[in-house]
C-alpha cells in the first residue's frame, strides 16, 4: 500500500518563500511520476507541478511558473515544491500525489491513485 505524506505548509508573507516536502512508502519516486496540486477555499483542485519518473521533466501550472520548482531526492525518495515569491492567491491547501506510471498526463488527478492528506499554505501579511 503506497502512502504519501506532506509536510512543510505554514503561514508566509507575501513576497517570501516556503518548502513543501512529500514522502512516500510503497513506492519509489525515482521510477514513478508524482505531482503537486492546491485547492482554494471555495475552489475546485487544480494542478501545481508533477515530475515524470526516470528522466525527472518536470511541469507547471503556468501561475506558478518561474516562482516554484518541483525537486527530488532519490535517496530520500522525496519530492519537493520550493515556492518563491509567494503571493496571496497561493493560499491553498496543497496535496501531493504518487503515480503507478512513469509519465503521462500529468496534469490530471486521475493520472495519481495515490494521495496525501494535504498541508495548508497560507500566504498573508
Known amino acids: 500500500q503506497v502512502q504519501v505524506v506532506e509536510s512543510g505548509g505554514g503561514l508566509v508573507q507575501p513576497g517570501r518563500s516556503l518548502k513543501l516536502s512529500c514522502a512516500a512508502s510503497g513506492r519509489t519516486f525515482s521510477s514513478h511520476a508524482s505531482g503537486w496540486f492546491r485547492q482554494a477555499p471555495g475552489k475546485e483542485r487544480e494542478f501545481v507541478a508533477g515530475?515524470?519518473?526516470?528522466?525527472?521533466?518536470?511541469y507547471y501550472a503556468e501561475s506558478v511558473k518561474g516562482r516554484f520548482t518541483i525537486s527530488r531526492d532519490n535517496a530520500k525518495n522525496t519530492v519537493y515544491l520550493q515556492m518563491n515569491s509567494l503571493k496571496p492567491e497561493d493560499t491553498a491547501v496543497y496535496y501531493c500525489?504518487?503515480?503507478?506510471?512513469?509519465?503521462?498526463?500529468?496534469?490530471?488527478?486521475?493520472?495519481?491513485?495515490?494521495w496525501g492528506q494535504g498541508t495548508q499554505v497560507t500566504v498573508s501579511s
Open positions: 500525489a504518487a503515480s503507478q506510471w512513469v509519465y503521462g498526463n500529468l496534469f490530471r488527478e486521475t493520472f495519481y491513485e495515490s
Open positions: 515530475v515524470t519518473g526516470g528522466a525527472g521533466i518536470t
